[in-house]
């Protein structure tokens, strides 16, 4: 079964203090890996898509990798607001309808 | 562009009574799905719909029910809610690509069930 597990659950920052976030995946087949950012009371919001291994994207201060078996966000010189949940998921090639949610990561900046 | 919407944005039911949920997209998107957000846990997955007039089981269908009569609405029902049953309900919309499908989120319903 497609399975996202996320860490950690909860991550506390300072300013400027640098740090990733990790969705380790297990899926038959990869159709795609998705980067969500959820705000309180609001709705994921979506940030990147991710295919292949080795693949990077990038977006003001984050950063998504991909590797066979996880995906890293990376903050660089986080600001408060960028705290927030983030969601990761994947979708299989079998089934391009179903995407699989890990829990997320709370990550609080503060100033 | 409004996106997706969702009605209503708060409701408190008592066990028993049912209710309908409405998504409304305006992205002329073809696919509309139905999640329940739960705390300590994923997105999980209703119902889906890949086009007008179909509708799919998703990772946890059962005491759902869901209807696409128009391809802008997709409408989430509970016929006999239970405390279970309290959660947020997220409606999304994405268009069929080669690649994978990015789906675009409403703003969220909040139940809760007596």
């Known amino acids: 079964e497609d399975q996202v597990t996320q860490s950690p659950e909860a991550l506390r920052l300072q300013e400027g203090e640098s740090s990733s976030l990790n969705c380790s995946y297990t899926v038959s087949g990869l159709r795609g890996l998705f980067w969500y950012r959820q705000d309180p009371g609001k709705g994921p919001e979506f940030l990147f898509t991710?295919?292949?291994a080795g693949e990077e994207k990038e977006k003001e201060r984050l950063k998504a990798t991909l590797t066979k078996k996880e995906s890293f966000l990376h903050i660089t010189a986080p600001k408060p607001e960028d705290s927030a949940t983030y969601l990761c998921?994947?979708?299989?090639?079998?089934?391009?309808?179903?995407?699989?949610f890990g829990a997320g990561t709370r990550l609080t900046v503060k100033p | 562009n409004a996106g997706v919407t969702q009605t209503p944005k708060f409701r408190v039911l008592k066990t028993g009574q049912s209710m309908t949920l409405l998504c409304a997209q305006d992205m002329n998107h073809e696919y509309m799905y139905w999640y329940r957000q739960d705390p300590g846990m994923g997105l999980r997955l209703i119902h889906y719909s890949v086009g007008e007039g179909t509708t799919a089981k998703g990772e946890v269908p059962d005491g759902y029910n869901v209807s696409r009569l128009k391809k802008q609405n997709f409408l989430l029902g509970l016929e006999s809610a239970a405390p279970s049953q309290t959660s947020v309900y997220f409606c999304?919309?994405?268009?069929?690509?080669?690649?994978?499908?990015?789906?675009?989120f409403g703003p969220g319903t909040r139940l809760t069930v007596l």
């Open positions: 999304a919309s994405s268009y069929p690509l080669r690649g994978a499908d990015t789906q675009y």
């Open positions: 991710l295919y292949s």
């Open positions: 998921a994947v979708q299989a090639v079998w089934n391009n309808n179903d995407m699989r």
